[in-house]
């Protein structure tokens, strides 16, 4: 055999073992991740937090994505209101410096408080109406939202594979609220008029709560799914025994 092409076949051979290895065998729990034998409320809440900032990097290998910043090119919202907003080049911030208040773990149900500060920034299109105000804009868009709360529960089951137990997620269910003041600012509102823009900008910040709960809904759902996604994938790709060592 051609030299050259013993050492392809050899490469080939060692990422075909690889492979194998990482399908059958499963991931390797990061180093970053500290696992709680007792799984005790307070060392689960530490451990998680201790998680965020690492974990939001992403996990190439099990297909986990980067979430902090989480990029979207393209959003379409369409409010009961009759109010039509796109959001393009969209960047979400705040993630990795999310707290957690509250874990508990038990019969293979978990519940996670946590509450976070995030930041949108994009550009946005918009038309139509948004409680009592007409919008027809085009600009620049930011979100802040200094307190947003957000309850979690997981429901995990057992599932084996190729002589491996993974603890899956089998159910997830997730809300949210927003807590404190969300500022928004948007630039061009109403085309052509600054002052009607500016109007319907004081008139939105002044009506917040509601305004959060049609326009910010919608954007936070979508921070939401890409966190699921990642945790299902967490979970689907580390093998149970690695996560959980002891559970008497």
Same mark, same amino acid.
């Given at each position: 055999?051609?030299?050259?092409?013993?050492?392809?076949?050899?490469?080939?051979?060692?990422?075909?073992?690889?492979?194998?290895?990482?399908?059958?065998?499963?991931?390797?729990l990061p180093d970053y991740i500290h696992v709680c034998p007792s799984l005790t409320s307070e060392c689960l809440k530490k451990t998680i937090q201790e998680t965020i900032p690492e974990f939001v990097?992403?996990i190439p290998e099990l297909g986990i994505v980067p979430i902090d910043p989480i990029t979207h090119d393209y959003i379409a919202i369409e409010l009961p209101g009759g109010l039509k907003l796109e959001?393009? %080049?969209?960047?979400?911030?705040?993630? *990795?410096?999310?707290?957690?208040? %509250?874990?508990?773990?038990?019969?293979?149900?978990?519940?996670?408080?946590?509450?976070?500060?995030?930041?949108?920034?994009?550009?946005?299109?918009?038309?139509?109406?948004?409680?009592?105000?007409?919008? %027809?804009?085009?600009?620049?868009?930011?979100?802040?939202?200094? %307190?947003?709360?957000?309850?979690?529960?997981?429901?995990?089951?057992?599932?084996?594979?190729?002589?491996?137990?993974?603890?899956?997620?089998?159910?997830?269910?997730?809300?949210?609220?927003?807590?404190? *003041?969300?500022?928004?600012?948007?630039?061009?509102?109403?085309?052509?008029?600054?002052?009607?823009?500016?109007?319907?900008?004081?008139?939105?910040?002044?009506?917040?709560?509601?305004?959060?709960?049609?326009?910010?809904?919608?954007?936070?759902?979508?921070?939401?799914?890409?966190?699921?996604?990642?945790?299902?994938?967490?979970?689907?790709?580390?093998?149970?025994?690695?996560?959980?060592?002891?559970?008497?």
């Amino acid at each position: 055999m051609n030299p050259i092409n013993s050492k392809v076949y050899f490469t080939q051979v060692v990422v075909t073992l690889l492979c194998f290895s990482t399908g059958s065998l499963g991931g390797i729990l990061p180093d970053y991740i500290h696992v709680c034998p007792s799984l005790t409320s307070e060392c689960l809440k530490k451990t998680i937090q201790e998680t965020i900032p690492e974990f939001v990097k992403g996990i190439p290998e099990l297909g986990i994505v980067p979430i902090d910043p989480i990029t979207h090119d393209y959003i379409a919202i369409e409010l009961p209101g009759g109010l039509k907003l796109e959001l393009f %080049n969209g960047r979400i911030t705040g993630i *990795r410096k999310c707290i957690v208040d %509250n874990v508990k773990y038990e019969n293979k149900q978990a519940d996670i408080d946590i509450h976070c500060h995030l930041l949108i920034k994009g550009r946005y299109k918009a038309h139509g109406n948004i409680l009592i105000v007409q919008i %027809n804009g085009d600009g620049d868009a930011k979100l802040k939202a200094t %307190n947003v709360t957000i309850s979690a529960k997981l429901k995990f089951e057992d599932q084996e594979r190729n002589g491996t137990v993974y603890h899956e997620i089998k159910d997830i269910s997730v809300k949210h609220k927003f807590v404190d *003041r969300v500022v928004f600012d948007l630039t061009n509102l109403f085309k052509g008029s600054p002052e009607i823009s500016d109007a319907v900008l004081h008139f939105l910040n002044d009506n917040w709560k509601v305004v959060a709960e049609e326009f910010g809904d919608p954007i936070v759902n979508t921070i939401v799914n890409y966190v699921v996604d990642n945790i299902k994938r967490f979970f689907r790709g580390i093998p149970k025994d690695q996560i959980i060592v002891n559970n008497k």
